[in-house]
């Protein structure tokens, strides 16, 4: 492995039932030169020790156990971890498709963007509905680039 290009801040409070599949989908990524911060964010339930279990099994992964604070200070907590050139930052009940990362990486390199948002798909437990939600033509008319001023 290289040097890391993108560190993935997960904040995880109560997560047991979903965190091993977002673990396995970062830890699956076909952008190798990642590391892996999760904020335990104070959980009381079995994700804790998922964490410690993954976190044996590769060393991308760090763990980290706050005080229950809130996710957004679980992400600072992790961004002051971070040695990777770029931030993601995934939800412990979220996944990535297998090349999410690769390909973002590679845009904003490209773009040599400081930012790169994308779209992401919803799923919507009531009605079993997937749902794709499209960042930039929500926020951004549409455009595919833009700066500080806009």
Do not use: H, W
Request: charged share 25%.
């Amino acid at each position: 492995m290289g040097e890391i290009q993108v560190s993935i801040i997960i904040p995880v409070y109560n997560a047991e039932q979903y965190l091993a599949e977002c673990l396995e989908s970062v830890l699956n990524q076909t952008l190798l030169e990642i590391e892996v911060i999760c904020v335990d964010d104070g959980s009381t339930d079995g994700s804790s020790d998922i964490l410690r279990q993954y976190a044996d099994a590769d060393r991308r992964i760090r763990c980290i156990r706050q005080e229950n604070q809130g996710a957004g200070a679980a992400r600072n907590l992790g961004m002051t971890r971070a040695n990777g050139a770029y931030l993601a930052f995934l939800d412990a009940d979220d996944l990535y498709y297998p090349n999410a990362l690769e390909t973002a990486y590679r845009r904003a390199r490209q773009l040599q963007a400081d930012i790169l948002i994308f779209e992401a798909e919803y799923f919507r437990a009531q009605d079993a509905v997937v749902f794709t939600e499209r960042a930039n033509t929500k926020l951004y008319s549409g455009r595919q680039v833009f700066s500080s001023k806009d």
